[in-house]
Nanobody, 120 residues
Framework: QVQLVESGGGLVQAGGSLRLSCAAS????????MGWYRQAPGKQRELVAT???????DYAASVKGRFTISRDNAKKMVYLQMNSLKPEDTAIYYC??????????????WGQGTQVTVSS
């Protein structure tokens, strides 16, 4: 099994910054894509940013230019640097990781989520 643990959420004023971290552990042979998603109250979960094993990134239009995703393959971690935060960024942020386990089976795991609240 693969476990993901997020950290770094909290309360920040509009215009402020936060950095989210996500650590993967367990039966991991290799990690392919890693990403961040978010879900605001009453809304569906949406993609925020993804990063491939080669470092290619993709962002939702609403966060492009403000958020930066990065990863540390040796530590099995993914990060989300969030700058110029807006009240509409308020949501629970989830980490997702896809890869292959030592058994050869593919996996796709989600973290438990971390709350980000941006006050106006």
């Amino acid at each position: 099994q693969v476990q993901l643990v997020e950290s770094g959420g909290g309360l920040v004023q509009a215009g402020g910054s936060l950095r989210l971290s996500c650590a993967a552990s367990g039966s991991i042979f290799s990690i392919h894509d890693m990403g961040w998603y978010r879900q605001a109250p009453g809304k569906q979960r949406e993609l925020v940013a993804t990063i491939t094993s080669g470092g290619s990134t993709d962002y939702a239009a609403s966060v492009k230019g403000r958020f930066t995703i990065s990863r540390d393959n040796a530590k099995k971690m993914v990060y989300l640097q969030m700058n110029s935060l807006k009240p509409e960024d308020t949501a629970i942020y989830y980490c997702k990781t896809e890869g292959s386990s030592w058994s050869g089976r593919p996996f796709a795991s989600w973290g438990q989520g971390t709350q980000v609240t941006v006050s106006s």
